[in-house]
């Protein structure tokens, strides 16, 4: 609860870049999620790292705590003030700071967005490749591990930061990493706090390396006549290290999706869509092999796209994938779940996963970034009718535990938020309690972000 | 200090592979640093990790620290008992434990060497490419983040550890990571052991990722006109996409040790040592690329070798370069550098060190891992007269201010260890006294290698 001395020395940090406006309090009280939150006390914006540290004093004063807010695209709650406190929008620090394109480095504030950064970026020969599919804030992507299709060939987050400034709990600001490209000087830093979602600290600068824009891009759709075939073929092309830079499974439904809402007219049957990045040569022969490979498991239609605007196409679709699910059945709003197994599991996993959820009534397409074994099924729900949301919670619930089952985790790149913590202890075991000490130790107070990744007091041992 | 009971507890856990005798201590007090350091109390030979876990356990009752020991190759005197204690031998806990080709994972013990490793996995056509050039155990890699020279293309320890099972202080055994290939499931733990060097917990069982043996190799030296043309190339190289499996550069005294000490004649100039890996089609294309760029660098006499023969003799040649180097100096011993720093600035690094070694009179060649910024010099002393002993320490306290000064950090691959250690506040400013606060909630007792990477009651804040 903000009280009137906290609210003026809030006041006199932000100024007019404060809010308690009822509709600000109420946007911010908003997620992708069904995740029922309470209304924060107050959002501000800063503009600095400055004043970032004196809102971290601030708070560390009058025990009041902060929580992070990037474009608000996160599927897990990350962003939801459960215990009351600030939320700290960093939508005012969106600058590039500095472009390093020997380095192929780059120095980024948190607010800015992945697309913005590929814009300001498009002249130099470089690009980020990490593609959540949202157009989030880096500063989100960093705080919840993102990856998305281009995991696969260019990594996650955790591969693609190379150093941070970070606010901690009480407003020391820290850097962590170096311009170098790889050391041994300590403790991983940068990796603790990469998808620590806040809860030990506000990313304040983001040091990223970035990769070049490929000379030649070759994007392939392809039909199989069955769920394994079309996963059994993304394993044996990593197996085969044909390394694609995207390899993403559409299930029919997901197809079918697809084609009403981005007007394709792909066949309704299970399909791989498959890009290569590489130099025209090599490339050649990755998409001789991979058409080969893809024959094997009964592939048709296998169709490449060089030319820009077709590929375009394509990945503009498979973005649009979760609205073209959302609007196939109108009013629902989705439980986005998303697991992670090894690749041997995979084909068992959405198996299962789609018996599961065909015996269960509810309309869940699957679709995923199969070269990395992770996969969602997007739950449609009419969030009125308690026994559907009930059904699609106790469906995502048998996913996280199916996935620990076949030696996976319980969430591949969205996080832990509010909606996965009950999984945690089910994946971690005590290891779970070493976070808790982890954070104790950094956020001695609790302020950073309460209520999400860490055990609580209610929480399973 | 061992105390008659503690030391009749230790017996009743480990019977004979408990050692006192002042052989195996004395032994166990040796690195290839310069680091002087007393006896250990005792050295113990686990066999399993319910003998490490009860050692743990031992050590909580009786405040008596504990340090691993892998191969005994550490660089920085990670290994050494500076206060006493007990050293914990991996040798009988070197199994592979189980391989799973189909998701390019092994899971190992701590004590396998890396060569043992990929002997075992030969037939699979896999391999584990991390190469520090030692025959180092994978416990002992994984806990000062190692890498070396395939680092450039397949990763450091850090990209290439999975998962992992560590005994925390006091006995609590825990588990980190997954088999998926991601996970966003809180802190990163596998990222926070890794490199922390044995402080905060004892790793008894590490999951690797592993790679494909390539299809097809190609390896090549060329000389260059200067270290900066050289240097420049491999900058260029780097930055045109063309990823190389490693480019090593040796400078001039480097190429005339190994010629005298392996049989080879190479012209005496700096050399760049250079690697492909890939499909054939592809790595032609790679091949006439880097020929290209090289001889715009002004290289001569670029030679591929794709017999298997050739390339074995050229890396064994580059393998053998430090011992090559202290034969050319009979009776000398080494103070091994290693500074990373951003690869727009490692041209100036090198002449700036190369001009600061010569002008000191102590013999130093040049080597390193240039594709990731990273080198070597390998300062030939007399331990006996101190002044070179003294020089030497003050060269390489200025190659790590240099790195720093240039955004680099002060090891690429070493480690901090006892060496580096007064250099932490330097690069990590307040996050030093973070990972501090990490070390103090994981190992409130300090019994986990004592006076390694955090900082202590004397160092400088």
Redesign the interface.
């Known amino acids: 609860m903000l009280t009137d001395p906290a609210l003026s020395d809030l006041r006199a940090l932000f100024g007019d870049r404060l809010s308690t406006a009822a509709p600000v309090l109420s946007e911010h009280a908003q997620s992708e999620s069904l995740v029922a939150a309470g209304l924060p006390d107050a959002v501000v914006f800063p503009k600095q790292t400055a004043e970032v540290a004196a809102l971290a004093r601030w708070s560390h004063d009058h025990r009041m705590p902060l929580i992070g807010w990037g474009a608000g695209t996160s599927l897990e709650g990350h962003a939801l003030a459960l215990a009351g406190g600030v939320v700290v929008n960093f939508r005012e620090m969106a600058a590039v700071l500095e472009v ?6 780059v120095r980024v504030q948190p607010g800015i967005t992945r697309e913005a950064l590929n814009r300001e970026l498009r002249t130099t020969g470089l690009m980020f490749p990490v593609d959540p599919g949202a157009d989030a804030s880096i500063g989100g992507m960093a705080a ?4 998305g299709t281009t ?1 696969v060939r260019y990594g ?1 987050m ?2 693609n930061i190379k150093g941070l400034e970070v606010v ?1 709990s009480g407003g ?5 990493g ?12 940068t ?2 706090f ?3 979602e806040g809860t ?1 600290g506000l990313m304040t600068e983001l040091t990223l390396r970035l ?2 824009q490929p ?1 030649a891009v070759m994007t392939a759709v392809a039909a199989f006549p069955s769920v394994a075939a079309a996963v059994d073929c993304v ?1 044996a092309t ?4 044909l390394t694609p830079a995207r390899i993403e499974f559409l299930d029919a439904e997901t197809v079918a999706a697809c084609n009403a809402y981005s007007g394709l007219s792909l066949p309704i049957q299970p399909q791989l869509l498959v890009e290569f990045h ?2 025209p ?2 490339l ?3 998409v001789r ?1 991979f058409r080969e490979l893809a024959a094997e498991f009964g592939a048709e239609g296998l169709d490449w796209a060089s030319a820009q605007e077709d590929r375009t196409r394509l990945w503009a679709a498979r973005h649009a994938a979760y609205r073209a699910i959302l609007a196939s059945r109108p009013g629902a709003k989705a439980v986005v779940t ?1 697991v ?5 599991r995979l084909a068992e996993a959405v198996e299962e996963t789609r018996a599961d959820i065909a015996g269960s009534g509810i309309p869940g397409p699957i679709l995923g970034h199969v070269g ?3 996969f969602h099924a997007i739950l449609m729900v009419y969030p009125d009718y308690a026994s559907e949301v009930a059904a699609a919670k106790a469906l995502a619930g048998r996913m996280a535990e199916r ?1 620990l089952r076949l ?10 938020g509010f909606g ?1 913590r009950p999984y ?1 202890a089910a ?6 309690q ?2 808790g ?2 954070k ?3 956020d001695p107070l609790g302020l950073m972000n309460p209520g999400k ?2 055990p609580g007091p209610l929480d399973q041992k």
Not at 144 to 147: E, I, L, P, V, Y
Not at 172 to 176: A, E, G, K, P, S
């Open positions: 390093r394109p020997e380095d192929r480095l919840t591990r993102a990856s995991a996650t955790r591969d901690l020391q600001v820290i850097r962590t170096s311009g170098a490209p790889k050391s041994a000087a300590g403790y991983d830093l990796a603790l990469v998808g620590s030990l990769h070049g000379e394993m990593m197996q085969m290290d590489g130099h040569e090599g050649a022969e990755d092999r998303d992670c197994v090894p690749i041997s990395d074994g992770n996935a030696g996976g985790t319980i969430t591949g790149e969205h996080g832990v996965k945690m994946e971690h075991g005590a290891a779970w070493v976070m000490a982890v104790a130790a950094l990744i860490v």
